[in-house]
């Protein structure tokens, strides 16, 4: 089993920025994948970006050159910084992790995008 805490969440002003954090139970070199979904009011959980299992990094194109993932494996701590915010950045950000063929959820955390 491994648990996942997200933090970091917030409102920002459009064009600020945000780190979000996902501290893991367990060490995350052992994980498949990870990586950060997120979910607006009314709308279906999407991708964010996540590490694959082979190491390389994969953003969804709404966040491509905004947003940027990396990982402190000695803190087994996955962080996402968000730059050049934008209202429709709006949403709960989960942070998700993979192994062997299971998937493990954290609770998310809110961001707020608005003047």
């Known amino acids: 089993q491994v648990q996942l805490v997200e933090s970091g969440g917030g409102s920002v002003q459009p064009g600020g920025s945000l780190r979000l954090s996902c501290a893991a139970s367990g060490s995350i070199v052992s994980l498949n994948a990870m990586g950060w979904y997120r979910q607006a009011p009314g709308k279906e959980r999407e991708f964010v970006a996540s590490f694959t299992p082979i190491g390389s990094i994969n953003y969804a194109d709404s966040v491509k050159g905004r947003f940027t993932v990396s990982r402190d494996n000695a803190k087994n701590t996955m962080y996402l910084q968000m730059n050049s915010l934008k209202p429709e950045d709006t949403a709960v950000y989960y942070c998700?992790?993979?192994?062997?063929?299971?998937?493990?959820w954290g609770q998310g955390t809110q961001v707020t995008v608005s003047s």
């Open positions: 998700h992790a993979y192994r062997l063929g299971l998937h493990f």
